[in-house]
């Protein structure tokens, strides 16, 4: 008996389970399009760190946004806008000669004196910045913090220094009107950062350094006047001392005529009130009663009176 094969349309010699290989590249789209997703969605988040502000930067019209971002997660478009951070917690700009302070480099300060002379500063600048003014102060200068402070504060700073002390005789610099220089100094820097948000919170100069000439002048200046100074109160003194041994001297010589003066008045009125008798009685209470052994012409001292 023969028998018959009914076509299943499938063909022949093949299995009916599906292939690996061709599931995994249904599902390579997928795939694909989550690892992008993946890779793109950061860009789409911008991390603002405490103590900052994120200005908000348009690429495509270029212009800034007016309100900074505050710290915390912010969405973004990575293609059309850009984050620039900047500071707001308090800051030091340290300008000194040591590269063992602020930059590697030397910021000290060179203005010049009254006289003309050279003068080298160290100085530091305590601050903070106005949020508000941020946005406005990237638009100004379009570049990063610490690029505005070696720049624009640092010469601001040497301004007001040159202003100042370019008033001023290095001897009085160094002596009694520093506390004036450093408070004259700060008032014109804060005068001309706090109109671009910066908030001078102090102004420190650490250092003065002027020519070896000058400073070995002005030592013996200083040496000089330490000597007249002590000098005058050394005359000072003796002139006082000298006073002093004059009052003392009149008071004992007043002391003196006065004793005196008590002594010739008790000698006159004992000299008045001594009279032979009051003599004789004063001998006869000092006689023992007995008669010379000796006599001759002489009176004797004690008269005894006459026998009626």
């Known amino acids: 008996m023969a028998t018959m094969?009914?076509?299943t349309g499938r063909p022949a010699g093949r299995s009916g389970r599906p292939?690996?290989?061709g599931a995994m590249l249904g599902k390579a789209p997928l795939l694909i399009g989550a690892v992008l997703l993946l890779a793109v969605i950061p860009t789409t988040m911008t991390y603002i760190n405490p103590g900052n502000v994120g200005i908000v930067i348009h690429k495509l019209g270029g212009g800034i946004d007016p309100k900074?971002?505050?710290p915390g997660v912010h969405f973004r478009n990575p293609v059309t806008t850009g984050i620039e951070e900047y500071p707001v917690f308090m800051?030091?700009?340290?300008l000194t000669q040591a590269s063992t302070e602020g930059s590697k480099q030397n910021d000290e300060i060179n203005v010049n004196s009254v006289e003309g002379q050279p003068v080298s500063l160290d100085v530091s600048l305590s601050f903070e910045l106005d949020p508000s003014k941020t946005p406005a102060l990237y638009s100004t200068f379009r570049t990063d913090i610490e690029s505005i402070q070696h720049g624009y504060v640092k010469q601001a700073i040497r301004q007001a220094l040159q202003e100042v002390v370019g008033s001023e005789e290095i001897a009085s610099i160094l002596g009694p009107k520093k506390a004036e220089t450093v408070a004259k100094a700060q008032a014109l820097?804060?005068?001309r950062l706090g109109i671009y948000g910066f908030m001078v919170k102090q102004f420190t100069i650490n250092e003065i350094r002027a020519p070896g000439a000058v400073m070995e002048a002005i030592n013996t200046k200083n040496v000089m006047q330490?000597?007249?100074l002590t000098a005058q109160n050394e005359l000072q003194k003796n002139t006082f001392q000298a006073q002093g041994d004059s009052i003392k001297a009149a008071g004992r010589a007043m002391a003196i005529l006065a004793e005196a003066r008590a002594q010739a008045?008790?000698?006159?009125?004992l000299s008045?009130?001594?009279t032979n008798t009051l003599v004789q009685y004063e001998m006869t209470k000092r006689w023992d009663g007995k008669m010379p052994q000796v006599s001759g012409n002489a009176v004797p001292m004690i008269q005894l009176p006459a026998r009626q």
Do not use: K, W, Y
């Not at 800051?91 to 340290?94: A, I, P, S, Y």
């Not at 008045?265 to 009125?269: F, G, H, T």
């Open 5 to 7: 094969q009914i076509p």
């Open 68 to 70: 900074p971002l505050g």
């Open 19 to 21: 292939s690996p290989f």
């Open 189 to 191: 820097i804060s005068q």
């Open 226 to 228: 330490q000597q007249a």
């Open 91 to 94: 800051q030091t700009l340290v």
């Open 272 to 274: 008045q009130s001594i």
């Open 265 to 269: 008045e008790a000698n006159r009125l």
